[in-house]
C-alpha cells in the first residue's frame, strides 16, 4: 500500500509564501506521477500542477503559473509545492496524488493524500 501525507498548509497574507510537502511512503512506488489538486469550498476539486518523477518536467493550471513550483526529492520520497504571491483566491484543501500516468483530472490518480488546509487572507 503506498501512503502520501501532506504538511505545510496553514494561514498566511496575501502575497505571501507557503511550501507543502507531500512525503511518500509504502510499497515500491512505480507511480511516476505526482500532482497537486485543490478543492475551494463549495467548488469542485481542480488541477494545480503535475511532475513527472522520472525527468522533473512539470506542468502547472493557468491560475498558478509562474507562482507556484513542484519539486521531487528523491532521497526523502517527497514532493512539495512551493506557492508564492498568494491570493486570496488560492484559499483551498490542497491534495496530492500519485498515478501512472499523467493527466490534469483526477480519474487516473489511485493514490491521494488526506489534504491540508491554506487559507490566503486579503
Known amino acids: 500500500q503506498v501512503q502520501l501525507v501532506e504538511s505545510g498548509g496553514g494561514l498566511v497574507q496575501a502575497g505571501g509564501s507557503l511550501r507543502l510537502s507531500c512525503a511518500v511512503s509504502?510499497?515500491?512506488?512505480?507511480?511516476?506521477?505526482m500532482a497537486w489538486f485543490r478543492q475551494a469550498p463549495g467548488k469542485r476539486r481542480e488541477f494545480v500542477g503535475l511532475l513527472t518523477r522520472t525527468d522533473t518536467t512539470t506542468s502547472y493550471a493557468d491560475s498558478v503559473k509562474g507562482r507556484f513550483t513542484i519539486s521531487w526529492d528523491g532521497a526523502k520520497n517527497t514532493v512539495y509545492l512551493q506557492m508564492n504571491s498568494l491570493k486570496p483566491e488560492d484559499t483551498a484543501v490542497y491534495y496530492c496524488?500519485?498515478?501512472?500516468?499523467?493527466?490534469?483530472?483526477?480519474?487516473?490518480?489511485?493514490?491521494w493524500g488526506q489534504g491540508t488546509q491554506v487559507t490566503v487572507s486579503s
Open positions: 496524488a500519485a498515478a501512472v500516468i499523467g493527466a490534469t483530472n483526477e480519474r487516473p490518480y489511485r493514490y
Open positions: 509504502g510499497r515500491t512506488f512505480s507511480e511516476y506521477f
